[in-house]
């Protein structure tokens, strides 16, 4: 037992142990027994993983050369487990009257399990089916109420889209299998170190990056490849949109970061420059659009859309760097990855505690406006306070988890300018304070309504303890991440050393 309890591959077989039993007792024992066991389930596994973090489970352990468990994985199963955390505790109210309870915290559950494998894999084989778990169990709760078309809508679009991204995907790694004669990540890197813009194979593993670039672009919802994730939010049950844009888009982040900066870490002056117009794409419509939405949950998905565009500064900032060498290079190739791993944790928990406010709400009012909100404080405190911190931290106000990852990645893009032929970086940086500045006004008009008077009849929305403990984690972390960052960077710094460890 205890040597099992010492495996880095622990935190996944209690995962995957929970969600078979979970679909095991479904008829046997109530919605709230469930309840409490995918939530132990996950303390449980939480505590493994700061084991691991912590250095007392050995790490990295690797598992047949097909999946690693080092600090990078750690971090990013950490962030899907906080999500699906704060996802799984307002789940207890949305499905108290669906007799196929269990079958839903099992799917949850599973959803995670295949996140934590794409965070895991050195392979890419076990990259992709770690996709097509999370893709297969993510549709499955879109569409949980079969009587819910909108939900089947969404489950649908969802599951296409996954597919398309899927398939784009694997044509693009079967180009690089048929270059390299390996689907190893770490083995990739060395094989293609020999295709130059001289080589004749230079075109053809041009159409696997650009094959692989749009696959993971529609996974991770970037402009041009983001027009599902709108109507897929909507359309979803809203913790269940939570654990989509704070939870798989985070993983199709994972498995980018894999990619690019280690397997395809050759093509970097290639790859670097596409990042970048795509990161100057995606945050500018992202935030444009979000301005025109009186949906909360169409601006909360138009937002995370913005904030992908954030994340992908810090791909080519790192190609610079890798280029430059020497002890700066090497500094600013760890910053500028640890930057954007931060950036992605402290959206995670301020969009999975927004959607999760959205959720408690759209259980009365169905689909609720921006104008819906209107006089929410009145009766209705806590649910108030914490949208207001998520959604500040969000923007990136000072003293919240938000503006230190924000901060840290818009430096990195400054100094990524210093080096020579990459001057262009310091255009990212400013296009993320120009950004922010736009979302100001889509987040401080949602907060504004909240705390206005009406004369309106404002109804107290009930909230299970299990929801309010959900809010109080999420409000909290974000509040002592924003005070205290220093733990948590030096956490950021370790997995992206470990990443760094398979070049």
């Not at 770690?130 to 679009?157: P, V, Y």
């Not at 270059?179 to 170190?193: C, M, N, V």
């Not at 940086?429 to 404002?458: C, H, Q, W």
């Amino acid at each position: 037992m205890i040597q099992f309890f010492a495996s880095g591959m622990s935190p996944l077989v209690v995962m995957i142990a929970g969600s078979i039993l979970a679909a095991a007792l479904s008829f046997y024992v109530s919605n709230r027994v469930l309840g409490w066991l995918s939530v132990i389930t996950m303390l449980i596994t939480f505590g493994l993983l700061f084991l691991i973090i912590g250095g007392q489970i050995p790490n990295p352990q690797s598992f047949g050369n097909v999946m690693v468990e080092d600090d990078f994985a750690a971090v990013f199963q950490l962030i899907f487990l906080s999500v699906g955390f704060i996802s799984v505790l307002p789940s207890v109210r949305y499905i108290q009257d669906d007799r196929n309870q269990g079958e839903y915290y099992s799917l949850l559950m599973l959803s995670v399990v295949g996140m934590m494998v794409i965070s895991a894999s050195t392979d890419l084989i076990t990259l992709f089916v770690g996709i097509a778990l999370t893709a297969l169990a993510s549709s499955s709760i879109i569409a949980f109420r079969k009587k819910d078309r909108t939900g089947i809508e969404a489950a649908m679009k969802f599951y296409i889209i996954s597919a398309l991204s899927a398939g784009l995907a694997l044509y693009g790694i079967s180009i690089l299998y048929g270059l390299t004669h390996t689907l190893q990540i770490s083995a990739l890197a060395s094989s293609l170190q020999g295709i130059t813009p001289s080589s004749p194979s230079f075109p053809t593993a041009m159409v696997a990056l650009v094959l692989i670039i749009a696959g993971f672009g529609f996974e991770v919802a970037i402009v041009p490849f983001h027009m599902w994730a709108p109507d897929v939010y909507e359309g979803s049950p809203t913790p269940v949109s939570g654990l989509l844009s704070s939870g798989s888009k985070k993983a199709g982040f994972a498995a980018l970061l894999k990619l690019f900066v280690v397997a395809l870490i050759a093509f970097r002056t290639e790859w670097a420059p596409i990042f970048g117009a795509l990161a100057v794409l995606t945050m500018t419509v992202g935030n444009i659009a979000a301005l025109q939405q009186k949906s909360v949950k169409r601006m909360l998905a138009y937002s995370s859309i913005g904030q992908a565009g954030y994340m992908l500064i810090a791909l080519p900032v790192f190609a610079a760097a890798f280029g430059a060498g020497g002890v700066y290079g090497s500094n600013l190739q760890v910053f500028s990855l640890s930057s954007g791993i931060f950036q992605i944790l402290t959206h995670a928990i301020a969009s999975a505690g927004a959607f999760m406010v959205v959720a408690i709400i759209a259980t009365n009012i169905s689909g609720p406006t921006v104008d819906e909100f209107k006089g929410l404080f009145r009766n209705n405190r806590l649910l108030s306070v914490s949208l207001t911190l998520y959604l500040l931290s969000l923007l990136g106000i000072p003293l919240l988890a938000g503006f230190d990852s924000k901060l840290l990645l818009f430096s990195s893009a400054v100094g990524g300018s210093i080096i020579r032929g990459y001057s262009w970086l310091i255009w990212l940086a400013i296009a993320g304070v120009l950004n922010s500045a736009v979302s100001l006004i889509y987040y401080v008009r949602v907060i504004k309504e909240m705390f206005s008077d009406t004369d309106k009849p404002i109804p107290k929305f009930p909230i299970t303890r299990f929801a309010q403990l959900s809010l109080w984690i999420a409000a909290v972390a974000t509040v002592a991440i924003g005070l205290y960052p220093g733990p948590v960077i030096s956490i950021c710094n370790g997995a992206a050393r470990a990443l760094l460890a398979l070049l």
